[in-house]
């Protein structure tokens, strides 16, 4: 007789104490996941917090407050007044000075050079923060003056019935003048802004040109490789017709933006300049800001309280838009943060859209700087320079 087998369909009986360890590591497994989370949210909304308050950490008398002009430099401030130009820390310690006499200086900053001109004057100085500074005279008076991130200097001049704008190069002991560009009036126009690339090889400027009653606003670009030297440096324009082109700023190495009243243009390749984005807007622009990542603009409806604030990434690719209510007077970018401040009050908002501080001061304040510590800042008083840290009440 052949035996017989009885085959189960069922399998080894199960564990008890592994489907309950089971059982248990998903729970925990639960656990962290949501305490991860939890965290997040928690360090998310901890991170993007709004102050309203803040306290004084340390402060400093500023007896020369009705004659000198502060500004934002790589992280300190620079001091700016017609006998001299000083940059100090954000805790006040000086760091470089240099002395002269001007009636209206003004100044631009590009990396670690500053250029400090005479308005109406005849001279100009390059500073490095390693030396006294480099002074050179010019032959005719001084409209305006930018420098590049390798100390080049970039300075408008005045004749009589032309203007010319001319390249220096400060630290050159053999020919300080490099390039030499006249302007016409009559047939250019007037010059209305103006700037010099990071590298020192390209400038491009406005001009208002006027024929009776026509006007055109008018962007020239200059190069000066031996691309433009083949074209006598005239390497590109554009005609924005009657809209007048009130900025002109280099955001980048090869990139420039060009601001007029209903927009800006982005161009870039400047051996061969082309558009990389163009923006329009109904309403026209009411306040512009730039920094090394982004671009804010502006715009003013008919009413001061109809206000909407664009931020674009430096390819011309919008990041954020949103109304405001701020009443402000100066409009800054620092870093990941947008500065709207006004005599009485000082709004931070982050990039990202969320509210960081909102003040209203007792006394008149003239500017608010960031410092490298994210919630300690430098604010000018009318007679006082203080380190403040923002608290939430």
Known sequence: MADIYNFSARGPAEDPGKKKNTAVAATVAAVIAAGVIALAVVSYLMSNRCYHNYDVISEVDRS????????????????????????????????????????????????????????????????????????????????????????????????????????????????????????????????????????????????????GSAVET?????????????????????????????????????????FHENGFTLFHKMKKPEILSERTFEEGIGSVALSDKYIAVVTEGEGKESRTLYLYDLKGKQKMKREISYEFSEMKIYRDEIFFISNLDCHILRTNGYEKFECTFDGGIDTVFPTPDGTVYTLLEASKLQRIKLRRK
């Open 64 to 211: 020369d407050s009705n004659n000198v002009i502060y500004s934002y430099f790589n992280g300190n401030i620079l001091k700016c007044s017609r006998s001299g130009i000083s940059a100090v820390s954000s805790e006040g310690k000086n760091l470089w000075n240099g002395g002269f006499e001007m009636k209206q200086p003004q100044t631009d900053v590009c990396g670690n050079f500053v250029i400090v001109a005479d308005v109406t004057g005849k001279n100009f100085y390059v500073y490095n923060g390693e030396d006294e500074g480099t002074s050179i005279e010019t032959t005719l008076p001084i409209v305006r003056a930018k420098v590049s991130k390798q100390g080049l200097a970039a300075v408008m001049l005045e004749d009589t019935d032309s203007n010319v704008l001319n390249i220096y190069n400060p630290y050159s002991s053999a020919e300080s003048l490099l390039v030499e560009i006249p302007t016409n009036v009559s047939e250019e126009g007037y010059p209305l802004d103006f700037d010099i690339s990071l590298d020192g090889k390209s400038v491009v400027t406005s001009y208002l040109a006027v024929n």
């Open 218 to 258: 008018k962007v020239n670009f200059y190069n000066f490789t031996e691309v433009g030297q083949d074209q006598n440096m005239l390497v590109g324009g554009k005609s924005y017709g009657e809209s007048m082109v009130s900025r002109i700023d280099f955001v980048g190495e090869d990139e420039v933006a060009v």
